[in-house]
């Protein structure tokens, strides 16, 4: 739950707000730490995880009761936070690898104009993946368009055997539908 390329990058919410005038203000820069309380006999346990900023002073407690849970993994293998790849003079933010260390790479990409990770579906162009033809290779795909719930507004309907024809596909028809929605 939460770990698709579209979760990853338009679901979660900001844990914490940052006071006006704070250089973050409007960023998701936190430091973030736990404490945990057990009760003098182990009948209690209850975490609190804190959010924290030094610049502004703003400061954010949760409590989870009972025992808490946590996954540490790299932003190479859920995509969201890692660096986004540039072709064809538009960026491509990745999702979430097939499987850990899968040598493909992400599954999925969203395609956007500007450097910076989409924050919201209309801030995508569309979308490439890959999938396994019948053969065993890689083909692509591609749509135009986000809808937020991991699909697109226009399906391709078709498959390139490269990354970047898949791209250029997007590109070409979301200038389309962008002089189209110009009219």
């Known amino acids: 739950m939460g770990r698709d390329i579209d979760s990853l990058y338009f ?4 844990a914490a707000g940052h006071i006006e005038g704070c250089p973050r203000h409007g960023t998701d820069v936190w430091e973030v730490s736990y404490y945990t309380y057990d009760s003098f006999r182990g009948e209690r346990r209850e975490t609190t995880i804190r959010c924290s900023c030094h610049l502004c002073g703003a400061v954010t407690f949760f409590s989870v009761e009972g025992d808490l849970s946590s996954e540490t993994t790299h932003a190479d293998h ?3 936070g890692s660096k986004p790849d540039r072709a064809l003079g538009v960026w491509l933010h990745p999702g979430p690898r097939i499987w850990h260390d ?3 790479g992400p599954v999925c990409y969203l395609v956007t104009r500007g450097k910076e990770p989409p924050r919201r579906p209309e801030d995508v162009l ?8 019948s053969r065993g290779g890689v083909r692509w795909s591609a749509g135009l368009g986000c809808t937020g719930h991991a699909t697109v507004n226009a399906a391709s309907g078709r498959h390139w055997p490269s ?9 070409g028809n979301a200038a389309t539908n962008d002089r189209a929605s110009a009219s």
């Open 11 to 14: 679901a979660y919410k900001s």
């Open 78 to 80: 859920i995509g969201y």
């Open 102 to 104: 899968d040598s493909r």
């Open 126 to 133: 569309g979308k490439v993946s890959w999938s396994l033809g």
């Open 163 to 171: 990354r970047r024809a898949a791209v250029a596909w997007v590109i």
